[in-house]
């Protein structure tokens, strides 16, 4: 899908951290987190062993003027924590539509990062979605726990492959419905 117009990514204040775009320095912090074979099995994309350069092409991918996804770095350098934790992306699809994907490194798992970092970017809105959807797993109970303390509502299951798993996974689907859009 070819875009005409892209809105400058934003960096959204989450609070405890922001959410920045990428940037070429995070590639050793990326690459270990996504490393992790427990990180890689929970998404659809990441391989797992994670090939040379995968990093560095996701990274040049996020900042292309081309792109169909923006990437955000969960970043808690200013309050001397470290500057990636995870990543959070918003993929446009048709319709003032988007589909959110994250992943936060196994140890800020169930510390809430993730909850605040979806909460944060629904909240900002920056593609000004009317709807956001998300997939997870049926294996990642707790990726499920984050969208649905977010407010997105189950809406029934499907199947993702894995690129980790070498494999089709069943998956539940999510949905929220945006009330407030920005104006001009």
């Not at 989450?14 to 940037?23: S, T």
């Amino acid at each position: 899908m070819k875009h005409e117009h892209f809105i400058t990514q934003p960096v959204i204040d989450g609070g405890e951290f922001c959410l920045r775009p990428l940037r070429i320095s995070d590639a050793g912090l990326i690459r270990l987190h996504s490393a992790d074979e427990r990180v890689a099995r929970a998404t659809t994309s990441i391989p797992h062993p994670l090939p040379p350069g995968a990093t560095e092409d996701l990274i040049r991918r996020a900042q292309s003027a081309t792109r169909d996804q923006d990437v955000w770095a969960i970043d808690t350098a200013a309050r001397g924590g470290p500057e990636v934790m995870g990543l959070i992306g918003l993929t446009r699809i048709e319709g003032e539509q988007s589909e959110i994907s994250f992943w936060v490194a196994p140890a800020y798992w169930n510390t809430g990062v993730a909850s605040s970092a979806v909460a944060a970017l629904v909240a900002e809105n920056p593609l000004d979605n009317r709807t956001m959807f998300a997939s997870v797993f049926q294996d990642n109970p707790a990726s499920a726990r984050v969208l649905t303390n977010c407010g997105f509502l189950y809406i029934g299951d499907a199947e993702n492959y894995s690129v980790a798993r070498r494999a089709t996974v069943p998956t539940w689907t999510y949905s929220r419905v945006l009330d407030a859009r920005k104006q001009d």
